[in-house]
C-alpha cells in the first residue's frame, strides 16, 4: 500500500554511487548540513555510510531499513535510514579503485530506487557519480544514471538536458 502525499512528509532518496568514489562522502555531508531534510533516506550500504558520517565528523546512527517506505521514528532516535536493495557487498572496498561491485551494486540501487519511486514511496532521488569503467566492469552496457532510469522507467529512448 503506498502512503498518500498528504499522510506524510516527502520522501528523499540519497544514492550513494559507488563507494570508491566520492559519493558516500557527499551524501554524509549533505545529511550534516541539510537539516532541513526531513525524513532523507539513504540508498547504499549502512556500513559504508557508517564510515562516511564518522569521516564528516557526523554523530548519528545508521538504522538499516528493508524497505523505502516511511516508517515511524525509532521511539524519536536520531539517525539515519538506509536502505540496501543490493545483495552485492561492498563493505570492503577500498577508496580508489575501479570495482566491479561497486558498479553492480550502484546500478542495483539506482534501479529499485527509481521503481520505488514509480511505486509512490520516494518522492525525489539525488544520485552520486557512478563511476562509468565499474558500470562496465560489472558488465553493465550503458552510459550511466540516464539510461539505467531510462530502463527502469520503461522508456525507449532518453536525453540528458543540463539547465
Known amino acids: ?15 550513494m554511487g559507488d563507494v570508491a568514489g566520492v559519493g558516500p562522502e557527499l551524501v554524509a555531508r549533505v545529511v550534516a548540513t541539510c537539516e532541513d531534510i526531513s525524513n532523507p533516506l539513504v540508498v547504499g550500504h549502512p556500513d559504508v555510510l557508517a ?7 557526523l554523530e548519528r546512527t545508521v538504522h538499516p531499513v528493508d524497505s523505502p517506505r516511511v516508517t515511524p521514528r525509532r521511539s524519536g532516535l536520531p539517525g539515519i535510514d ?3 536493495p543490493s545483495t ?8 580508489a579503485v575501479v ?6 551494486a ?5 534501479q529499485a530506487t527509481a521503481l520505488a519511486a514509480l511505486d509512490g514511496h520516494i518522492d ?6 557512478l563511476n562509468k569503467t565499474a558500470l562496465a566492469a560489472a558488465g553493465i552496457d550503458v552510459p550511466g544514471h540516464t539510461e539505467l ?7 525507449d529512448s532518453v536525453a540528458m538536458m543540463l539547465y
Open 51 to 57: 564510515r562516511a558520517l564518522d569521516l564528516v565528523g
Open 99 to 104: 570495482d566491479a561491485r561497486c558498479g553492480r
Open 88 to 95: 552485492t557487498d561492498v563493505a570492503d572496498i577500498p577508496a
Open 124 to 129: 525525489a532521488l539525488v544520485t552520486a557519480p
Open 106 to 110: 550502484a546500478a542495483d540501487w539506482l
Open 149 to 155: 532510469l531510462a530502463d527502469a522507467c520503461g522508456c
Open 1 to 15: 500500500m503506498t502512503d498518500s502525499p498528504d499522510s506524510r512528509q516527502p520522501r528523499l532518496a540519497l544514492l
Open 82 to 84: 538506509c536502505w540496501n
